[in-house]
């Protein structure tokens, strides 16, 4: 066997010293961070107004000051020393205090929001770091703040100043100069601002997410009733929630099958995403880490698929459900018992033979779309069963169960906690990688024919 | 009984010559390699001491694979070969049968005598034991002091700063590897050596290294000046050669490696030499009878394996190519580009800089048929199968400057400079070409 390795660790005397605006400047955000810290621990800051906007504010201008810096003591160039050294970026102490607080933070966030102080007080106000964000929520929005409120603003808070970071880091490629700024401004302005400040425009209309670059699979929540409900009330939302309604469906049907092909699925994943965006600029000092393994691959390819299939059978089930009981009325035309099936059965039927089609006379016989052509098939069958015996419970298990092992499961445990809160271990990726729907559909547009299929080189 | 391969040497050459051979037969394999258990990638090593990469990392086969592809791996040193017997004696003793044996034994770093070349302290680049003993000298260095300016050399000297250890780089040359580069690319290479705090000093010979009271290396003396540079680590890298210092009392026909004819056969007809170790009695084209690079040595681990498994090939590494990394700045060569020094009468060569200046090409082409011979490329990244493409097919520098944006392979969004040197080349040569559109019709045309 190999001797030993020695550790590689750095010991040599002449270690880079930190200059004194690299001190205040990262002090600086490290201070905001405790602000943060702080409050979630339950410190009643008394005026929060000043305190958040500190707290926000010195965790940009300290992240942006000291990663300015840092990058131009150096000429311009790639940037990976010491990542394996590193205790932070090589799956150190650092690196698996800061994974334990992310994961913790991500597990009260779905499941015991109360204990970051949302609705923890009397008569339902916040405490804690919830309570913190109330007077940026008023501002947006006149209302008080949310645990997902405060979500948002740390995510885009961190994409925006870790962004930065990612530039100058980068600077020597343009492309990815661009690219950052888009993502950075995708994150911000359509998935912050807008959304949060159209809600406190339309306080007394229902609500629903309205981030134009939500696309079915990954946002599966954009077909489940409560968001049909509020997208369908004509006279509540007026044109908007049309506008929305129909926009997700040619993001799903055209824009994303037609960009992909032309560009490959980084138009979305990295350019566009939250995630991505969050692994792009947050993730970056661990991208590393991700395995490079066979059996990693091997994994990664029934997970992503699987998960993908158990989408689509969900959402089938759950529109399913949906339109057996209720007519959706969007003036154009009205989706009901009887035409839901059928447009259904249209759909399925030509994904079936489309897929049926790549697995003659394209792929040469890919086992991968084999399977994805017989499950598409159960799936027309199942339809069809369910409509000819007028069940409303598409895969005789109801709609509602599979739901909610589905955001249990995937929409929170693997896509938040395992996705986010493991940056440190496993690298930024994981989620992009292993889980996400959205990624494996797309990959369906960009593994044949495309000059973006991923293949080895030589 | 299948025949029995052996294969010495682990590194490119030999991995490539068995995956092959047991891609196309069902014949034993035996790969006997004394550095390390597994193959790693050698151009890799500087990344594990700078932290991109762990060892592991450098291994492009997982452990698994060799034992589910049949290959025996046995990890000891070949000190003799008895030709007659076919059979070899191991470091630990013991001996080997085999019935064709492929030498794939790679190279080991030049020394030329200097005195105090042994101390400690004192040590090449080349093997993973160099680098963990640089691990360990690294500890307590003050100052670092490399011999021999190619790119062993700078990319010790780009590892030893990223500990930030203080770096003193003797070059012989009176510019950097001007003996391949030509000038305009050698100055900007300099340039950049400085910018990285590296302490250049050109047309500088090392005369002596000198020892404290424990063997350990303390300082070295500068022929030229003679002056004394205290120092803790001596790294030379003037250059390597064959390892094939064990060979010389066997009957296997050496020069200054093994040499081949062009069926890689040694003056045995059942040993075949591959990789740095080879050396090619017949010249191909202008390629140099050694040439110790990654490439060459995987096209002839591919070659051996198919007259070895029945189907009796030359070798034929096509067009001369090659690319590397100076600090920042990346550099690729397509054909023939001779530097100011060596250039034959009819290489006509321009020069282009970008205003930055860390970006730069250098075209070669012939004075009176305007034929194109070479590129090298600084900081502009092209496509390889479109320059080879173009020598296959003889075209002259006219046609390579009007189709340049065809073989630009930047990323997107990154500047174009196809424009600016086509002006420039108009503007020195007096002539009024215009570039064409890139195509991709032209470009993909390629892989079919
Ligand atoms: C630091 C560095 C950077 C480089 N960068 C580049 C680059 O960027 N691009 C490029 O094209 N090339 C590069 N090279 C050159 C390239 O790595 C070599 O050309 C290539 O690795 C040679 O492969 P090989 O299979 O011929 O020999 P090697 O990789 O040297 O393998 C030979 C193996 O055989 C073993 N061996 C030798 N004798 C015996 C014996 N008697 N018994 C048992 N085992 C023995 C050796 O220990 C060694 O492990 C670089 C080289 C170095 C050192």
Redesign the interface.
Known sequence: ??SK??S?A???????KLDPIQKVSFGTAIVGVLILLLAWAGVDFKNNSIFLALSLGMIFIGTFIYSRRTYLLH????K???????TLSNRGVWAWSLGILLTGFYVLLYWFPQYLGNGAGTDGTNTGIVALFDPLSQLLKSKNASHWFVYGTIYSLLILSLGIKFIYKYR????QI?RTVVVIMSQLILAYFIPEILEGLNADKPYFVKDLKQIWPLNYYITESWYLNAMQVEQNVGPSGLFYFFWAVILFLVITPVLTYYVGKRWYCSWVCGCGGLAETAGDPFR?LSS???SAWKIERWLIHGIMVFVLIMTIAVFYTYFSGKEFDIKLFTIDKTTFPIAALIFVGISFGAMLYTYLKLSSHNKFILVGTVILGLIFGAILYAYLTGSSDVFLVKSKFLKKWYGFGVGAAFSGVVGVGIYPVLGSRVWCRFGCPMAGYMGLFQRFKSRFKITTNG | MEEHIVIIGNGISGITAARHIRKNSNKRITIISGETDYFYSRTALMYIYMGHMKFEHTQPYENWFWEKNRIELKKAYVTHIHTDKKELVLDDQSTMAYDKLILALGSKPNKFGWPGQNLDGVMGMYHKQDLDLLEQYSVDCNRAVIVGGGLIGIELAEMLRSRNIPVTFLVRESSFWNGVLPDGESEMINKHILEHHIDLRLSSNLQEIKADENGRVKSVIIQETGEELPCNIVGLTAGVSPNIAFLKDSEIETGRGILVNRYLETNFNNIYAIGDCAEQRDAIGQRRPIEAVWYTGRMMGETVAQTICGNRKQYNPGHWFNSAKFLDIEYQTYGWVFSDKIKPDYQETFHWMAPCSKKCITVAFHKESKLFLGINTFGIRMRHEIFDKWLTEKRDVFYVMEHLKDVNFDPEFYEQYEDMIINYFNSEYDTSLKTKKRSWKRILNLSN
């Open positions: 066997m190999e390795n020695t590689y750095i010991s040599n005397p002449h270690k880079v000429p311009e160039g790639i990976n020393n010491h990542v394996w050294f590193n020597h490629n343009r492309y661009i590393h490079k393994k066979l």
